[in-house]
C-alpha cells in the first residue's frame, strides 16, 4: 500500500514514514503541505496521513480539496494534528477525514487507526 | 473584545485629538499685513467672545478622549493581559516539554547501553544465539522509542511560533497607541510586524493529557462516522 505523508515538520515527516516501515508499510511519498500535496496525489496512493497546520494550504483545506476531486473521493485521509478542540475535530470528520490521531502518538495507535480505516474502508467496498 | 475593535477605538481617539488640534488653531487670528496686524493684536473682539465657548468645546472634547483612552486602555490590558498569561504558559510547557523527552530519551539511552553490554557478555558464550537474537530485537525496539519522543519538536515549534506571535501582536499594538500621541515617537518596522509567519501553529499545541485528547477524537469519530 502506498501512503502519501504530509506535513510542514520534516521531522515529524520521517517519524511517520519511519513508523510505517515498522509496521510494514515501506512505500510512501512525502509533501510539505496541502498545495504540494495535491500536486503530488495520484491514483497510486492508496492511504492518506496529513497534518493539519501547514502554511500555503492547511490540511483541512486539503482534505476538502482531495474530496472534491474525483480521484480523491474515496482514499482514506487519516489526521496526525495537535488540534484537539471539539470543533476542530468535528471539523476534519465533515470534511472528510477517516480517523483522527493526535501528536504525540505512539507507533501503536498509528497502526491501530490504520487497520481500523481500512477495515471500514473494505466493509464499504464489499 | 477583537483587536479590530480596540483599534477602532485607538483611532477615534485620534480623530478626537485632532478636533481639539482644530479647536485651539481658532484662537489663532488669521495672518494679516503691515498696520492690521497690531489692529487684530488688541481688537479681535470677536475672537475673544467665541472664547468661553472654544474653551467648552474644548473641554468637552479632552473629557470625552480621555474616556475613550480609559476604554482603550482597559480593552488592551485585558486582552495583552490574557494572551500574555498563556503565551506564558506555553512557554513553561516548552521548557517542561523539552526536559521530559530529553530524559525519555537519556533513560532510553541508557537501556541500550545496557543491552550492547549484555550482547558483549553473550559474545563470550557462542552457544546462546537465541538470547542475543532476542537483546537485539529489543533494542530496535528502544533505539526506535528515541526517535518517536521526538515529536515533542514538532509541538514546541508550534508552542514557540505561538509566543512570536503574542509579542509581534504587542508590538503593534504599543505602537497604534504611542503613534497616537506622537506619530513620529515610535516607528515600527512595518516589514517586519505585517510580515506573515511561516510556520503555522495550534495556540493550543500541547505534549500534554495525550490519552483524554485521543479519546475525545475517538468518541467524536466513532459517534459521527
Redesign the interface.
Known sequence: MKFLVVDDSVTMRRIIVNSLQRIGYSQTVEAGDGEEALNQFDSSIQFVITDWNMPNMSGIDFARALRARPDGKQVPILMVTTRSMREDILAAVEAGVNNYILKPFTPPTLKEKIDQVMTVAAGAAA | MTARSASELLFDSEASLRLVDNAIGEFKPDPVDGDEAEQVKFGDLESLTKLPQTLFRAYNEIRSILERLRVSRSILEQSAMDKLAHMHDKLKEVSSATELAATDILDGLDRSVAMVDELDTIAETPDDAARGTEIRGRMREEL?GL??H??????T??QLAYASSVIMDMEQRLAQLASIFDPSTMKVDEAYTQAPT?????P????SD?SD??A???S??TV??
Open positions: 526506535f526517535m518517536v521526538l515529536q515533542f519538536q514538532d509541538i515549534t508550534q511561516t510556520v503555522a501553529f495550534d493550543e499545541a500541547s505534549n495525550a485528547r485521543q475525545l477524537a475517538d467524536l469519530f459521527k462516522r
